[in-house]
């Protein structure tokens, strides 16, 4: 039987998603909540691999089971094995065609910057804190000359294992509550380190480093 899951959870000490076997990943305290649900091994396939100290609000993941439970009790279950640092939001029975990662037509992020003097004590692991002023404006029309689909060699992380550096961004947006800056982005699909590196380029032109 194939289940999905939405899980939402802290991203701030794991170190990203994908298991490691030597140090606390997301991948690994999931499936070892499920495992103790279902009384034997379960593997668990997501939407898109995080960085650390990446958060999730609602990852999409699917695990195949034999055990027999009602969603309610996976998901209950789960959240009862798991550290206060993650949940599961919700658990459904889906076609075994479903694929968390190849049946996603998108994906989104969401980027906080803290942009004063002085850094939060209180936000600390939740924002990046820039203290030079950044002219939004500026950076939004930067950011649109990176929608639609693109190679994006530049932005892959140097160890990116994507067979494919083109990705479509469907909408890149900024916005200032503030001094917050807040960043929006949907695309396809993200190669690794993408969005950070698209993050640091465009607060490089708010900054009036980069033109």
Sequence with gaps: MR??????????????????????????????????????????QCAGRTDTGVHATGQIVHFDSVARREPRNWLLGANVNLA???????????????????????????????????????????????????????????????????????????????KSPVREIRRLTLRRHGDFVVMDIEANAFLHHMVRNIIGVLAAIGRGDAA
């Excluded at 802290?10 to 998603?17: K, L, V």
């Excluded at 996603?104 to 692991?125: D, K, M, Q």
Aim: aromatic share 10%; glycine share 8%; hydrophobic share 40%.
């Design 3 to 44: 289940l999905a899951a939405g899980i939402e959870y802290d991203g701030s000490r794991f170190h990203g998603w994908q298991a490691q076997g030597d140090v606390r990943t997301v991948q690994e305290c999931l499936e070892a909540a499920l495992s103790r649900v279902a009384d034997g091994p379960v593997r668990v």
């Design 84 to 162: 206060k640092d993650m949940n599961l939001l919700w658990v459904k029975p889906v076609d075994d065609a479903f694929n968390a990662r190849f049946s996603a037509t998108g994906r989104a992020y969401r980027y906080v910057i803290l942009n004063r003097e002085s850094r939060s004590g209180l936000l600390h692991g939740r924002v990046t804190w820039m203290r030079r002023r950044l002219d939004v404006e500026r950076m939004n029309r930067a950011a649109r000359v990176l929608l639609g689909e693109h190679d994006f060699s530049s932005y892959r992380a140097l160890g990116c294992q994507a």
